[in-house]
């Protein structure tokens, strides 16, 4: 009877996990995945939020589509995922005005470029293939505009840091793939502006300054783990 018993015990310990192994969740682990969404950003300033949309100010909203690839690596913690990630992503958010003030025609046109992300997340697994969870980090993206009038062209681009947070749902899909969901807001407060100018008789250097820009964005990816 003893040797049935020990038996047992020994098939037991051949099955657990050796040496208090733990044995990783379904959310960690490297991942590597694609995401799109929708983007607008926007002035943050009372004064200046693009709310009036009449003829005379106009709305400075600019939207678009936002599209990427992100990479990231999860921990467990046990019952929770905490992570790093990184992203590049670009938008097609766009804005053209065309304007006459004074007899003078002119045009106007703002666009939104890249955007680096590097930050940090922390999850909690609502169920065994369900992690929701928060994000923040640190965000770049660059800016580009330009102005024409009848007589004067000029040409600008800038690079603006700032913040984001964020937070998200993600569904295991298979044993390696997942799908989320996402929304986040990133504020944009140092601007590097960097001018092309052609007006005559005038030359403008680079500048610093601050600034106060508000981005939202909704956003769907797709990713696989490794």
Do not use: C
Request: aromatic residues 12%.
């Amino acid at each position: 009877m003893r040797k049935y018993v020990f038996a047992a015990l020994l098939a037991g310990t051949v099955t657990a996990p050796a040496f208090g192994q733990v044995v990783a969740g379904p959310f960690t682990g490297a991942r590597v995945e694609g995401i799109v969404g929708y983007d607008t950003l926007r002035s943050g300033d009372e004064e200046d939020d693009g709310v009036d949309n009449s003829e005379d100010n106009g709305d400075e909203t600019i939207d678009g589509v936002a599209y990427g690839i992100g990479v990231g690596y999860d921990f467990d913690l046990g019952g929770a995922v905490a992570g790093i990630e990184a992203e590049y992503s670009d938008s097609s958010g766009k804005q053209d005005r065309d304007e006459t003030l004074d007899n003078v025609n002119f045009s106007s046109n703002l666009r939104t470029g890249r955007d680096i992300y590097v930050g940090g997340r922390i999850g909690v697994n609502v169920a065994p293939t369900t992690l929701i969870y928060g994000k923040a980090g640190y965000t770049n993206t660059t800016i580009k505009g330009g102005f024409e009038s009848d007589d004067d062209r000029f040409d600008f681009d800038g690079n603006v840091d700032g913040w984001r947070l964020g937070a998200g749902i993600e569904q295991l899909l298979g044993p390696n793939a997942y799908g989320k969901i996402e929304y986040r807001y990133s504020n944009y407060s140092k601007l590097d502006f960097r001018n092309d100018f052609d007006f005559e008789d005038f030359e403008a250097e680079d500048f610093k300054t601050d600034v106060n820009l508000d981005r939202h964005q909704v956003m769907a990816g797709i990713g696989f783990r490794f």
